[in-house]
């Protein structure tokens, strides 16, 4: 079964760039079938998706957070990263990767989000 | 963007009870809605897609249902394992978005 893990600085100083990493296993991120997605919940809050990459290098962005987003892959080590720049304090959160599930049906593009990576917190603090 | 309304914010009910959230569009989202279940310190986890298939594995104790702007998310019978909160989703639009989440508590 498909299994997301991510990883980097659990710090980060304000006006930096916050960089995380999500490896997949038991699949592959050149999928057609499937985005990988970013998410984040900044603490006792709730969700909000960053954005995703597809097909090697298609992404979408989430407009509120676009000018400072970038989201790669890297196909040889089944890998997709974030890259947030010009952070603050509101950028800390647990940030999720997920598999963002694409079946068609009747020519309907029907999506959810599994599995999720556990979650990785990211402080941004002097 | 999609604006996702939840009510209530939290809840709380006895084992048995059955347990309604509802989850509101700002505009008609056909039936492109998801719920998920967060337990604390966890990751979110599906449990329904298409407002109503109930992802495999998932207890038949929960259900969803509805279309357009107005969806349902039931619990028919309050179990300790749900204590949670529960999310909706949309993904008819970019950027997909959220509710609030509903904090489900035992009673």
């Known amino acids: 079964q498909v299994q997301l893990q991510e990883s980097g600085p659990g710090l980060v100083k304000p006006s930096e760039t916050l960089s995380l990493t999500c490896t997949v296993s038991g699949g592959s991120v050149s999928s057609n079938n499937y985005y990988w997605s970013w998410i984040r919940q900044p603490p006792g809050k709730g969700l909000e998706w960053i954005g995703y990459?597809?097909?090697?290098?298609?992404?979408n962005y989430n407009p509120s957070l676009k000018s400072r987003v970038t989201i790669s892959v890297d196909t040889s080590k089944n890998q997709f990263s974030l890259k947030l720049s010009s952070v603050t304090a509101a950028d800390t959160a647990v940030y999720y990767c997920a598999r963002d599930v694409v079946v068609m049906v009747a020519a309907i593009n029907y999506k959810w989000f599994d599995p999720w990576g556990q979650g990785t917190l990211v402080t941004v603090s002097s | 963007d999609i604006q996702m309304t939840q009510s209530p914010s939290s809840l709380s009910a006895s084992v048995g009870d059955r347990v309604t959230i509802t989850c509101q569009a700002s505009q008609d989202i056909t039936n492109f809605l998801n719920w998920y279940q967060q337990k604390p310190g966890k990751a979110p986890k599906l449990l329904i897609y298409d407002a109503s298939n109930l992802e495999t594995g998932v207890p038949s104790r929960f259900s969803g249902s509805g279309s357009g702007t107005d969806f349902i998310f039931t619990i028919s019978s309050l179990q300790p394992e749900d204590i949670a909160t529960y999310y909706c989703q949309q993904y008819d639009n970019l950027p997909y978005t959220f509710g609030q989440g509903t904090k489900l508590e035992i009673k």
């Open positions: 990459i597809h097909n090697g290098g298609n992404t």
